[in-house]
C-alpha cells in the first residue's frame, strides 16, 4: 500500500485535472485519504482504502457527493493511465453480493478509479430496480435520466440505459439505514428515518406532480430517481 499522506495529490487519469484529495475516517481509527476528480465525478481509490472507510467516513463522502454533483460528467478519456505507474488502466466489471458495478484498475495493483455512482453501488447504497418496481414507474413516469452517464431512458421500453448500460437504479434506503445504525455506538441521539428517500417515497411525489398537472421535469428529459433520493437523504442527515 502506498503511503498517500506524503505524496501531492495526483492529477485525474481521465481528464488530468488536479484532484481534490480529502481526508475521512478510517475503520477502526485514523483517517484515509482519497482523491477525488468532481468534473468526472470518480474517486482514485487505493487497493484497501474502500474496506478501510469507516460508516462515519462513508457518511461523509456520501454528503460530499452530493454537494458537489454535477448533472452531467466529463465522459471517461478511452485512454487511461494509472497516476503512479502511468500504465494503463483495465476496465474491469465486478460483484458485491447482488450489485454489479464496474472501475478501471492499474494492472500493477496501485488503485483504480471508480465513478461516483458505481461507488455507491459497491458500497450498497445504490441498487438496481426489481421487476415489480419498473412496472410501478411504467405506470407513473415515461422518461427518467439515467444515474449513470446521463442519457435519457424510455421505462416504457428499457430496463437499462441504451448508451453506457447501466441498470434504472435507486438509492437502497434499508442499507442508508444501516449504516447509520454502525455509527458510534455512544451517540445515542436518534437516527434519521431515510424512508423519505425511498422508492416509494419518490413514486408517490410523482404521482402528486402528476394530478397537480406538473410534468416540466419530465418534459425536460426525464428525472433523475438516484439523485433526486440523494438529495432527499442530504437534507436530513
Known sequence: ?????????FSCPSCAALMHRQAF?????GEVELDLCFPCQAIWIDQYESSQLSPGGTIALFRLIHEHDARSARPASENVGCPICHKRL???????RTNRFVYDRCP???GRLITFYHFLREKQFVRSLSGAEILRLQATVKQVRCSSCGAPVNVEKDAACGYCHAPLSIL???AVQRTLAELDAA???????????SF???IEARRVEHRLGHYEREAAGGIDLLREAIGLLAAIL
Open 108 to 110: 500493477e495493483r496501485h
Open 200 to 202: 416509494d417515497a419518490l
Open 172 to 174: 437502497d434506503a434499508e
Open 90 to 96: 483495465v476496465l474491469t466489471h465486478d460483484i458485491q
Open 187 to 197: 451517540d445515542h441521539r436518534p437516527k434519521p428515518n431515510v424512508a423519505v428517500a
Open 25 to 29: 475516517a478510517r475503520r477502526p481509527d
Open 1 to 9: 500500500m502506498i503511503a498517500r499522506g506524503v505524496q501531492a495529490p
